[in-house]
């Protein structure tokens, strides 16, 4: 059994030997739940699996190229307000 103590500002420190057996490092996000077995509450603790999302990773690229500064993307968004409109008044 390992024994965790809380600081002041309930944090605590985990021995290197449990990271490695949990498989989760430096960053990491990990999930606390309780359960009830044999009428009793445990604590199960394990790794967060990291969400997927690779429709994502495809906009990367498209990203990278464009500048993110807050007058150039109001500027994008009136610009595709108009084509937008542009497009309906033609229908």
Same mark, same amino acid.
């Given at each position: 059994? /390992? %024994? $965790?103590?809380? /600081?002041? !500002?309930?944090?605590? %420190?985990? @021995?290197? &030997?449990?990271? =490695?057996?949990?498989?989760?490092? @430096?960053?990491?996000?990990? #999930?606390? =739940? +309780?359960?009830?077995?044999?009428? +009793?509450?445990?604590?199960? $603790? *394990?790794?967060?699996?990291?969400? &997927?999302?690779?429709? $994502? #990773?495809?906009?990367? @690229?498209?990203? !990278? ?5 807050? =007058? /150039?993307? !109001?500027?994008?968004? =009136?610009?595709? *307000? $108009? ?5 309906? &008044?033609? !229908?």
């Amino acid at each position: 059994m /390992t %024994t $965790l103590k809380l /600081t002041s !500002k309930r944090q605590a %420190t985990f @021995p290197a &030997s449990t990271c =490695e057996e949990l498989g989760v490092g @430096p960053g990491d996000q990990l #999930e606390l =739940e +309780k359960i009830r077995v044999r009428g +009793k509450d445990v604590w199960v $603790l *394990r790794k967060q699996e990291a969400l &997927s999302l690779p429709w $994502l #990773e495809i906009t990367r @690229p498209w990203v !990278k190229r464009k500048n993110h500064d807050w =007058e /150039t993307i !109001k500027s994008e968004i =009136e610009s595709a *307000r $108009l084509v937008d409109a542009r497009r309906h &008044s033609l !229908k």
